[in-house]
């Protein structure tokens, strides 16, 4: 959420810094902005909407100047507008910001006394008026962003501009990401490595509590303390193909398509060369001496952790706690001392969930994290991280993450039983070699695209859809709803198929389409069972389910998608493709922005 681009550079600012923020799109916004220096002189444009708003005010009232800031803008304090856009601009300071700074009222107060006007909603205002405070009582630019960053508290990651200073950035984090990007007589600043890809492949990410101050030949950072210190500087192999759509419509259907190929990836990475053992990066982890696992995450990657809950109890005997991080940390549970806690996050930014995590440091024997950036916060700060091996995910609502996750741990909890002795070495290899046909069952399932986009079509039309599972389809229907109604925005929501009598079932009429998850599995007969007392009821089901199951129960239903033959333990992960599917098509058919659906964001950095 909100975006951060700075340069130092060697040619005109303005379309690079433009360029740059494309490559943050995916992660969320809705306004933005550039500042530049040029002559001594400090200027800026911004634009509510898309960034093509923002191009076409350039072209006619283009910003020269070599050094500049850019931002798209996530609203969180203040509503959209070209007014509270950033960057923000006081005196000779501009500043960007992602983030919340919880004392800008306090700062707001005192600088009113001082006689500093406001004109904006935003905290990130306070900001620039605080800088421009200092410089006004005769500190250096320099000087006067570290007592800015000093006086602040909350989560941020800051960029500041001056005016009549050409090779100078000062930038700031504490709770929000921010790396600093190496070329050769210019640098840059960058909320990821995303955004710096097409400048520098080159990279060191800010700690936690760092400053930096940035010119073009020259990065000095210093920590929390003030003393200056020395961060690893990484090449980064950015595959520029994966952020670009393929001949695809959107990143999203790129995405999903991606699915059997990284999948593929991550099982190469995770299995022995035989295939029929688990080889993790950090041989330390011991599931025999753990009596229980915790699980936080957010959004899908909760579901994710609900969906490992089955198999770490089922498979592993290992019992298995699960919340949401924003709940989490703020209900203080007590943690025994032999606790693994695991954290799942795509971004591994996720404000909640790196909040929740730094809860546990302490409490629980170890801390593993479950990402797909492996230089993220999350993975930094854990014990142990492992990769998801997804690649760079561009659409806002997660699909090839979520699958790649759900592999990652069921991969753990195959590893968990064989370490407590729950499972055999060979049925641990027969598990194995089950799970490496999912690639292949994953391509099958891609094949009935048609056969779902026709189905959605009809969904397109629906006011209110219900999502039921029974079992490890349980948390696949809560995905399922998650998809349709973050990028269709149609009311949906998912439900136990149990737990349909228990107030559900007075949803249902004949204009409520009832998506229903159904293997044939232990669990097929009473999920079949939950269905006919929807359709009693006039509801309209599509039932996905496979050969064996349609045979049983396709009568009386709306629609049908049959699914290839998927071991019951692995269900999830296969049939998380229609689901996806289905929220991709009904979008497409109501015109809805896939990739950036409104008011979300892919990395949400504030709480």
């Not at 709940?327 to 591994?348: D, H, K």
Request: proline fraction near 4%; glycine fraction near 8%; include cysteine.
């Amino acid at each position: 959420m909100c975006g951060i681009v700075g340069i130092l550079g060697n040619h005109e600012a303005a379309p690079i810094l433009v360029e740059a923020l494309k490559r943050l799109e995916y992660r969320g916004y809705d306004s933005a902005g550039i500042a530049t220096v040029h002559n001594g002189h400090l200027d800026r444009r911004r634009a509510v909407g898309k960034l093509v708003n923002l191009s076409d005010l350039l072209v006619h009232e283009p910003l020269a100047g070599k050094a500049g800031i850019g931002h798209t803008r996530w609203a969180t304090h203040g509503a959209p507008s070209v007014t509270n856009a950033h960057p923000h601009k006081a005196g000779p300071v501009a500043v960007v910001h992602n983030g919340i700074i919880e004392n800008f009222r306090e700062l707001r107060a005192e600088l009113a006394t001082k006689g500093y006007d406001f004109v904006t909603q935003t905290d990130t205002e306070t900001v620039a008026l605080l800088a421009q405070s200092h410089v006004e009582a005769g500190l250096s630019p320099v000087e006067a962003a570290m007592a800015t960053i000093d006086a602040l508290e909350g989560a941020f990651a800051l960029c500041f501009l001056f005016d009549g200073e050409e090779d100078l950035l000062v930038a700031a984090r504490k709770g929000s990401p921010l790396a600093i990007g190496h070329g050769k007589g210019e640098n840059f600043v960058g909320s990821d490595a995303i955004a710096l890809a097409q400048m520098t492949d080159q990279i060191t990410y800010l700690d936690e509590g760092d400053r930096a101050v940035i010119t073009r030949e020259s990065v000095s950072i210093f920590d929390a303390t003030g003393a200056q210190v020395q961060r690893e500087r990484r090449t980064i192999a950015m595959d520029a193909a994966r952020i670009e759509k393929a001949g695809h419509k959107h990143f999203m259907a790129k995405e999903i398509a991606e699915q059997p190929t990284v999948i593929a990836e991550a099982l190469s990475y995770y299995l022995s060369q035989d295939g029929a053992g688990i080889t993790l990066p950090n041989p330390g982890l011991d599931f025999a001496q753990y009596d229980r696992i915790v699980m936080v995450a957010c959004g899908t990657a909760f579901y994710a952790c609900y969906t490992a809950k089955y198999w770490f109890e089922q498979v592993a005997r290992l019992p298995v706690e699960i919340d949401v991080a924003s709940e989490f940390r703020y209900r203080e549970p007590p943690v025994s001392p032999n606790t693994l806690a695991i954290f799942v996050s795509q971004s591994g930014e996720t404000a909640d969930t790196l909040a929740a995590l730094r809860y546990m440091k302490g409490k629980a024997k170890t801390i593993l994290s479950v990402v797909n950036v492996a230089e993220s916060s999350i993975a930094r700060e854990s014990d142990m991280a492992l990769p998801i091996l997804a690649g760079v995910e561009i659409g806002v609502a997660s699909t090839k993450a979520f699958s790649c996750q759900l592999t990652v741990l069921a991969l753990l909890a195959l590893e968990a039983a064989r370490a407590r002795g729950e499972m055999s070495a060979d049925t641990l290899a027969a598990r194995l070699s089950e799970l490496r046909t999912l690639p292949g069952l994953l391509t099958r399932a891609l094949d009935l695209d048609e056969t779902l986009n026709a189905v959605s079509n009809e969904l397109s039309e629906a006011k209110d859809v219900l999502f039921l599972g029974r079992g490890m389809m349980f948390p696949l229907a809560l995905e399922g709803a998650l998809k349709l109604k973050e990028i269709s925005y149609i009311h949906a929501e998912g439900y136990a198929s149990g737990e349909l009598k228990h107030g559900p079932i007075a949803l249902i009429d004949s204009h409520t389409p009832v998506i229903v998850f159904a293997p044939h599995d232990a669990l097929f007969d009473k999920t079949v069972s939950n269905m006919q007392e929807v359709m009693a009821r006039g509801g309209k089901v599509l039932l996905v389910s496979d050969k064996k199951g349609l045979e049983v129960a396709r009568e009386g239903v709306w629609q049908t998608v049959q699914m290839p033959e998927v071991p019951d333990i692995f269900a999830p992960i296969l049939y998380a493709i229609p689901a996806q599917l289905i929220a991709y098509h009904t979008a497409v058919a109501k015109g809805t922005d896939v990739d950036q659906p409104r008011n979300l964001a892919k990395s949400v950095t504030v709480e």
